[in-house]
């Protein structure tokens, strides 16, 4: 499975009919769902719209055909949600590429969101530099003002943002960056944490 900080825009897909579902049922679905050890499929409710997230990737609306049954229009893909017989929802089945899915629900709340905390530009300043993902494949990471700017190999410029000092963050994925310096504050390299990917890239 390959992310590597890439952001896909698909083409907008619809392949049911969507209705409106009232938001205490909606409401019902938040929580994390496992689809494989260290994999997760998140549901939210933002201003009465259910959205996924999976682990490593971008958030995306979903919206429903039954109370039950919701599908994305940035891509082909269904999500049903799976009730046991107290009407408590248990677990959702991901229906993608001819593939069923199921993942348990392993959670009925989500993760904090992760605060943004300011740096100074000197500290950020130590990161710059390039670092080898993997032979061909690099993380070029910039300062622009008071921000940090990565981008990868063929792809578009992506911003990060300090939790600590030495951990960052984009915002549009779920996905985190480690920098680690030696003893004289020189950055060596980093650590990746995408979905189940943990990489780490060396400074070049």
């Known amino acids: 499975m390959r992310y590597l900080w890439t952001v896909l825009l698909l083409a907008t897909v619809c392949f049911a009919q969507e209705i409106t579902v009232p938001e205490n049922v909606?409401?019902?679905?938040?929580?994390?769902?496992?689809?494989?050890?260290?994999?997760?499929?998140?549901?939210?409710?933002?201003n009465g719209q259910l959205m996924t997230q999976?682990?490593?990737?971008?958030?995306?609306?979903?919206?429903?055909?039954?109370?039950?049954k919701y599908f994305l229009k940035v891509t082909d893909a269904q999500i049903d949600f799976v009730?046991?017989?107290?009407?408590?929802?248990?677990?959702?089945?991901?229906?993608?590429?001819?593939?069923d899915i199921p993942a348990q629900r392993i959670s009925d709340t989500l993760p904090p969101p992760k605060k943004e905390i300011t740096v100074s530009p000197k500290i950020l300043a130590q990161y710059?530099?390039?670092?080898?993902l993997r032979p061909g494949?690099?993380?070029v990471v910039t300062l622009e003002g008071d921000h940090l700017i990565t981008q990868a190999t063929?792809?578009?410029?992506?911003?990060?943002?300090?939790?600590?000092?030495?951990?960052?963050?984009p915002k549009v994925m779920d996905a985190s960056i480690e920098f680690f310096k030696d003893e004289k504050g020189a950055a060596t390299h980093l650590i990746?944490?995408?979905g189940p990917a943990e990489i780490k890239a060396p400074r070049k």
């Open 83 to 99: 009730k046991d017989d107290k009407g408590k929802v248990t677990s959702l089945t991901l229906h993608q590429g001819g593939q």
């Open 154 to 169: 063929g792809q578009s410029q992506l911003p990060i943002f300090a939790e600590s000092e030495t951990k960052f963050f």
């Open 128 to 132: 710059t530099g390039t670092y080898e």
């Open 192 to 194: 990746l944490i995408q």
């Open 54 to 68: 999976a682990s490593g990737q971008g958030k995306a609306p979903i919206y429903a055909s039954s109370e039950t």
């Open 26 to 46: 909606l409401k019902q679905y938040v929580g994390v769902y496992q689809l494989a050890p260290k994999f997760n499929i998140m549901i939210s409710l933002e």
């Open 137 to 139: 494949f690099d993380l």
